[in-house]
């Protein structure tokens, strides 16, 4: 009726709804990284084929996230939430619940008295260098290099992290 959609779900059953959003995975972006010339083996597709350690064909090189034949959805980041909360409850104590990764980062932040504004900043930061780390290793982008845009965006992160502070659910 009206705008209103109707999905069929495999069990028989009907779900009307004013809106379905449908998260499906996404698809490896590997063409053009020269895998093939590194000897890792890929799908069809192009996912990257991994072992239950994220170790590709080749023993030295690894793969995590969208880009491996894996389930390309919330499963891996509360996996990867784990893996910090494990990390971090064995370094410093505390409880190692799986949660999606910001949220592990911002639980252990909160038990260890670090501010949000400061906690917010260096995840950014984290995010950026991550980012540029595998810039560095994937296009033309030299070590200097990726250190110049690490610092040319550090500012930004100080602005950002207010502005998310300042900010209520629906703005972020």
Not at 25 to 32: D, I, L, Q, S, Y
Not at 100 to 122: C, D, N
Not at 128 to 142: E, K, M, W
């Amino acid at each position: 009726e009206g705008d209103e959609k109707r999905i069929h779900l495999a069990n028989g059953t009907t779900l009307d709804a004013d809106l379905i959003f449908w998260a499906i995975g996404r698809k490896p972006a590997t063409r053009g990284l020269g895998l093939e010339n590194a000897g890792v083996k890929t799908e069809a597709n192009g996912a990257v084929i991994v072992d239950p350690y994220s170790r590709t064909s080749v023993d030295h090189i690894f793969a995590v996230g969208d880009v491996t034949n894996r389930v390309n959805l919330t499963p891996v980041a509360i996996r990867e939430g784990a893996a910090f909360a494990e990390t971090t409850a064995a370094a410093w104590g505390g409880a190692a619940a799986p949660v999606a990764y910001p949220i592990a980062v911002g639980r252990a932040a909160a038990t260890h008295e670090i501010p949000l504004l400061q906690t917010v900043e260096f995840f950014l930061h984290a995010f950026a260098s991550n980012l540029i780390s595998a810039a560095v290793r994937l296009v033309p982008l030299g070590q200097t290099d990726g250190q110049r845009v690490l610092a040319a965006l550090t500012p930004i992160f100080e602005v950002v992290a207010t502005d998310a502070m300042a900010a209520d659910l629906d703005d972020i």
